[in-house]
């Protein structure tokens, strides 16, 4: 039913305000990827980076724009979901039902809403999405960010021989057994909506 009013212009836009009268207010689609390449501004620098390509309007076509260099040295870049499926009564979350309160007279535990504490990292081990209800975009509640950076310059008399992990994942990156020195950042990301 509402396939007709979503657009990316203003034709054919049918939403309203709750008054039924006054057409609804509209937002910008912001849509950005991120990914590594392995060279900086000139291709074949061997300088890997993390770059950035948005979604946005070029010669009058909505398409992905060319990528934007963002961080030079970065070789590896990970993302995990915490996805919230549990209520804190043990129940399953169910956003579509109308909210189930444990007691309805003090209305302070939900049974069909999640808790907002992570009960499941999606992009861990192992850990994907079957389907669109498992991993239901409403239901993550933190973002893990792990980041393997590598030194700007070669470091004489200095071999890598280290293996890095980067959050949960199977596989580990390296060595390099190169002159570059690295480090993993990683930081957990609270989603408060």
Known sequence: AFGNGYVLG?????????????AADKRKLVSNI????????????????????????????VAYQPAQPLVE????????????????????????????????????S?????????????????????????CDAANVVAVRVHVLARSESLTRGYTDTKTYRLGGIAAAMGPFNDGFKRHVFSTTIRLVN
Do not use: K, M, Q
């Open 10 to 22: 203003d034709d054919g836009f049918i939403f309203h305000n709750r008054n039924c009268t006054d």
């Open 34 to 61: 991120y990914y590594i390449r392995n060279f900086a501004s000139t291709a074949g620098d061997g300088i890997p980076t993390l770059v950035r390509s948005s979604l946005d309007l070029s010669g009058g076509a």
């Open 73 to 108: 040295g970065i070789e590896g870049f990970r993302v995990e979901y915490g996805i919230d499926d549990t209520s804190d009564a043990g129940l399953p979350v169910n956003n579509s039902a109308a909210i189930a309160w444990a007691d309805p007279f003090n209305l302070v």
């Open 110 to 134: 939900p049974t069909n809403r999640g808790d907002g504490v992570p009960d499941r990292w999606v992009g861990a081990a192992g850990v994907t999405c079957n389907s669109a209800a498992d």
